[in-house]
């Protein structure tokens, strides 16, 4: 069993920056691919970005790209999302989940964490 705890949401304005973080604890966080989600009030929850188990493989939403990096730290146990160039639409509880396949679908994540809201004021 893994257990998934986000960190490092909060209010920042428009344009502005923030890192997540993600730190695994209860598996072997080296062996899975990790993913971002982010669910919007009213919307359902949508890829952002996921890493591949070695942390050689990066996908992005084209909604992020550019703005956003994902990266890991295997010896940490820890994922991290680099949000730059922040905008209001990038309001949403952000997600961190762990899985077997290197995918950008939701419904292959085995394991979530409890979400961390990050919201952008204009």
């Known amino acids: 069993q893994v257990q998934l705890v986000e960190s490092g949401g909060g209010l920042v304005q428009a344009g502005g920056s923030l890192r997540l973080s993600c730190a695994a604890s209860?598996?072997?966080?080296?062996?899975?691919?990790m993913g971002w989600f982010r669910q919007a009030p009213g919307k359902e929850r949508e890829f952002v970005a996921c890493?591949?188990?070695?942390?050689?493989?990066?996908r992005y939403a084209d909604t992020v790209k550019g703005r956003f990096t994902i990266s890991r730290d295997n010896a940490k146990n820890t994922v991290y999302l680099q949000m730059n160039s922040l905008k209001p639409e990038d309001t949403a509880v952000y997600y961190c989940?762990?899985?077997?396949?290197?995918?950008?679908?939701?419904?292959?994540?085995?394991?979530w964490g409890q979400g961390t809201q990050v919201t952008v004021s204009s």
């Open positions: 209860g598996g072997f966080f080296s062996s899975y691919a």
């Open positions: 890493i591949s188990s070695s942390g050689a493989l990066t």
């Open positions: 989940a762990a899985g077997g396949i290197f995918t950008v679908l939701a419904r292959s994540y085995t394991y």
